[in-house]
């Protein structure tokens, strides 16, 4: 049987989200104060209770016929950000196996890459503190493909800011990609689209189609969008 691809990864994910009521239950989770990632961000929330299982499932069920792994194989193929700390059992259990940190040293994190101006402590006297890269969530070998991913939440009400939502975090894929020096053959960018009648997906009607389509095998970065019910 052939292998699963990225695509389909992606197309069980959006899939299996939009079925559910997420932001009623994402709100319950942030006032509740019962997620698991120990955050009350909307974005953070939403990888750890909503992502993470769908992309769990997708191995640990959905084609675990297909790859034929044992569950300490696709472990080691399932990175999520946090997995150190009070909350490794928590990953464990939903069938993560590292936390998908760069070790070496960076020049600076993904939000100083996206701005045009110099971090405040290349002029500074002081030790600069280290800087590192870590991507909300990771797929690498035995798995069929390797992935670095990262997460968006999207609630604004402007084509404008929908455009520039998705140019940072297209800057951010790329940053990952080469900060880790070719460990990492894709990223993708998930937009977890919670605004009003889902403005996200109709803003990228308003992107150049030749810029559009260049998401995926192309460029190695692919775009999910999910709209949130």
């Given at each position: 049987m052939?292998q699963?691809?990225?695509e389909?990864?992606?197309?069980?994910?959006?899939s299996e989200?939009?079925a559910?009521?997420?932001?009623?239950?994402?709100?319950e989770i942030?006032?509740s104060k019962?997620?698991?990632a120990?955050a009350?961000s909307p974005?953070?929330?939403f990888t750890?209770?909503?992502l993470c299982p769908?992309l769990?499932?997708f191995?640990y069920?959905h084609?675990r016929?297909t790859?034929?792994?044992e569950?300490?194989?696709i472990?080691?193929?399932?990175?999520?950000e946090g997995f150190r700390?009070r909350?490794?059992k928590?990953?464990?259990?939903?069938?993560?196996?590292?936390?998908?940190?760069?070790?070496?040293?960076?020049?600076?994190?993904?939000?100083e890459?996206v701005?045009s101006?110099?971090?405040?402590?290349?002029g500074?006297?002081?030790r600069?503190a280290?800087k590192?890269?870590?991507?909300d969530?990771a797929?690498?070998?035995p798995?069929p493909?390797?992935?670095?991913g990262?997460?968006?939440?999207?609630?604004g009400?402007?084509?404008?800011r929908?455009?520039?939502?998705?140019?940072?975090a297209?800057?951010?894929?790329?940053?990952?990609l080469?900060?880790f020096?070719?460990q990492y053959?894709?990223a993708c960018i998930v937009?977890?689209?919670?605004?009003e009648e889902h403005?996200?997906e109709q803003?990228?009607q308003h992107?150049?189609?030749g810029?559009?389509?260049?998401?995926?095998?192309e460029t190695?970065v692919y775009?999910?969008?999910?709209?949130?019910?």
């Open positions: 052939e699963p691809t990225i389909d990864l992606l197309n069980f994910v959006k989200l939009t559910q009521p997420v932001l009623h239950r994402l709100e942030i006032q019962t997620s698991t120990g009350a974005e953070e929330v750890r209770e909503f769908v769990s499932r191995f069920e084609v016929g790859l034929g792994f569950d300490s194989q472990a080691c193929g399932l990175g999520i700390g909350s490794a928590t990953l464990e259990a939903l069938g993560f196996g590292f936390a998908p940190a760069r070790q070496g040293k960076h020049f600076y994190t993904k939000d890459f701005k101006t110099v971090p405040k402590d290349w500074s006297a002081q600069a280290p590192q890269a870590c991507p969530f797929i690498q070998r798995l493909f390797s992935m670095i990262e997460v968006k939440y999207f609630r009400r402007t084509c404008e929908a455009i520039k939502e998705l140019y940072d297209s800057r951010q894929a790329v940053f990952y080469g900060a020096g070719g053959q894709n937009i977890a689209d919670a605004s403005f996200f803003s990228l992107i150049n189609f810029i559009r389509e260049r998401f995926g095998k190695g775009l999910c969008v999910i709209p949130l019910h």
